[in-house]
T-cell receptor, first 113, second 114 residues
Framework: KAGVTQTPRYLIKTRGQQVTLSCSPI?????VSWYQQTPGQGLQFLFE???????NKGNFPGRFSGRQFSNSRSEMNVSTLELGDSALYLC????????????FGPGTRLTVT | KQEVTQIPAALSVPEGENLVLNCSFT??????LQWFRQDPGKGLTSLLL?????REQTSGRLNASLDKSSGRSTLYIAASQPGDSATYLC?????????????FGRGTQLTVWP
């Protein structure tokens, strides 16, 4: 069974631009979560989606948004990029919402210049 | 708010040593605890998941224990190998409204030299 896939793997954007990252969960998994990883803050929770609905949201500004499609694929969008948004963005999937084992993708490395 | 701490932050050992990595969390009302491995610039690989009702889990040379009442977990690595070099992260899932959200520690960076 294929693992969690994320595209693109690497991205370079300029301050003020917006970006969209994509995540395809493991087949049959319906819950998708997003995390931001930086050297300064470590891994921080962004949001969780289940059945196309956002179930949980972390403490990030409204510039960070996401959505989930009927096939469980998820996208996250960051508008008006700032230098501090440079990070590794990780997506995780699990079979159901809630406290199941979570499986992570390889991440998207975003660099904002 | 749940806070997860991992000690030590870094560890460098010769091949063959048995290791203990520590993880502590402030709120004992957890649903489960998960240990991950992360190689540089890569995603997270799940190593072990311990449900709150369990005391330990084992996979190969890895053994993780959980003492929920004291808010502690340990990851034991037997007969370490250079291929074990990576950052090890522990994460907990709280009961309650944030069910499903992982709270991560900052990790222990492990180097095993030949």
């Amino acid at each position: 069974k294929a693992g969690v896939t994320q595209t693109p793997r690497y991205l370079i954007k300029t301050r003020g631009q917006q970006v969209t990252l994509s995540c395809s969960p493991i087949s049959g998994h319906r819950s998708v979560s997003w995390y931001q990883q930086t050297p300064g803050q470590g891994l921080q929770f962004l949001f969780e989606y289940f059945s196309e609905t956002q179930r949980n949201k972390g403490n990030f500004p409204g510039r960070f948004s996401g959505r989930q499609f009927s096939n469980s694929r998820s996208e996250m969008n960051v508008s008006t990029l700032e230098l501090g948004d440079s990070a590794l963005y990780l997506c995780a999937s699990s079979p159901r919402q809630g406290a199941n084992e979570q499986y992570f993708g390889p991440g998207t490395r975003l660099t904002v210049t | 708010k749940q806070e997860v701490t991992q000690i030590p932050a870094a560890l460098s050992v010769p091949e063959g040593e048995n290791l203990v990595l520590n993880c502590s969390f402030t709120d004992s009302a957890i649903y489960n605890l998960q240990w991950f491995r992360q190689d540089p610039g890569k995603g997270l690989t799940s190593l072990l998941l311990i449900q709150s009702s369990q005391r330990e889990q084992t996979s190969g040379r890895l053994n993780a224990s959980l003492d929920k009442s004291s808010g502690r977990s340990t990851l034991y690595i037997a007969a370490s190998q250079p291929g074990d070099s990576a950052t090890y992260l522990c994460a907990v899932v709280d009961r309650g409204s944030t069910l499903g959200r992982l709270y991560f520690g900052r990790g222990t960076q492990l180097t095993v030299w030949p």
